[in-house]
């Protein structure tokens, strides 16, 4: 519910969280709410815009969302820290970039 409350007060309707898991639904100011922390990501009354939502890996997940020019995807990553291995590390942004250039250059792109 705090984080619920911290949507609202801000008025924030697409935010990317990680490390945190659970499925939750909520209600606030009669809207229903669904926070999927499994996937590391939280959609709330953007819900309508939402074309499409993929989770690549438990790092990458992607959501395209129907915008009035074009569409808008949206990327949230965690990408790895210092401690991982090199190897993991370009592996992982080898696949971040695989992802994003997968979408055409004319939809708008937001890397969270």
């Not at 939502?53 to 949206?74: A, D, Q």
């Not at 990408?79 to 939809?107: G, I, M, R, T």
Request: hydrophobic share 40%; glycine share 4%.
């Amino acid at each position: 519910m705090t984080v619920a409350s911290e949507l609202a007060r801000y008025k924030l309707e697409l935010v990317g969280v990680q490390e945190v898991s659970g499925v939750y639904l909520f209600s606030l100011e009669n809207e229903t709410n669904i926070i999927n922390l499994e996937q590391d990501f939280l959609f709330t009354t953007i819900l309508l815009a939402i074309k499409k939502v993929e989770f690549v890996n438990e790092r990458i997940s992607c959501t395209v969302l129907r915008g009035g020019w074009c569409n808008i995807i949206v990327l949230n990553v965690h990408a790895p820290s210092d401690e991982k291995s090199d190897d993991s590390k370009d592996s992982f942004y080898e696949e971040l970039k695989q992802v994003f250039d997968h979408f055409h250059n004319y939809h708008m792109k937001i890397l969270m």
